[in-house]
């Protein structure tokens, strides 16, 4: 089902330390902790650059390394880092062009180089993003991934900016504000 084209290589940051290693380790534990009623979980958090990015792929991978099979979604449709933080120059189509039925999902789904997690990039910028987020398509993305997934991390905007993690949350069953 996933794009058969591009295989993503993901890597966790080898200039990352001791305490923030343990920090994700902490993270992925409490989350575990939660209950079994947490499978879809997404983060956000007031401001841009507190690093919402960064901690919600970070934790993908973690789960992905000791949870079963792990989804990732960036929904940051307004201004996702996540395509350049992994560092290649290929076209990706992504949760835009789904939402918009201009892609199939089998066209936007990455397998990545960790055998238990893929991910669904945010694709190009739409000028529409909370009521694409708030259609049936998103709601029906959501529901297939519960069905195909153990954890599905969702990646959002900045709440204290635009709405589109209010809309998301719908479809979550947590919800982390990283500040």
């Excluded at 330390?17 to 947490?38: H, P, V």
């Excluded at 120059?89 to 238990?116: M, S, V």
């Excluded at 998301?168 to 069953?173: F, H, L, N, S, Y």
């Amino acid at each position: 089902m996933a794009n058969q084209n591009l295989f993503i290589p993901v890597t966790q940051d080898e200039k990352k330390d001791y305490q923030y290693e343990e920090a994700m380790k902490t993270l992925r534990t409490n989350i575990q902790f939660s209950g079994s009623g947490l499978k879809v979980i997404m983060l956000t958090s007031t401001m841009p650059d507190e690093g919402k990015s960064e901690t919600s792929s970070q934790l993908a991978i973690s789960m992905a390394q000791t949870e079963g099979r792990v989804l990732f979604i960036d929904a940051d449709i307004r201004k996702s880092v996540l395509v350049s933080r992994f560092g290649f120059g290929q076209q990706i189509y992504g949760l835009t062009q789904y939402l918009t039925g201009q892609k199939l999902l089998g066209d936007i789904l990455y397998h990545t180089n960790l055998p238990n997690l893929d991910i669904i990039f945010s694709g190009p910028m739409a000028p529409n993003p909370a009521e694409l987020l708030g259609e049936d398509a998103f709601a029906r993305l959501v529901e297939w991934a519960r069905n195909e997934y153990d954890t599905i991390i969702i990646d959002t905007p900045p709440l204290g900016s635009v709405i589109d993690s209010a809309v998301i949350a719908d479809e979550c069953d947590g919800s982390i504000i990283v500040m």
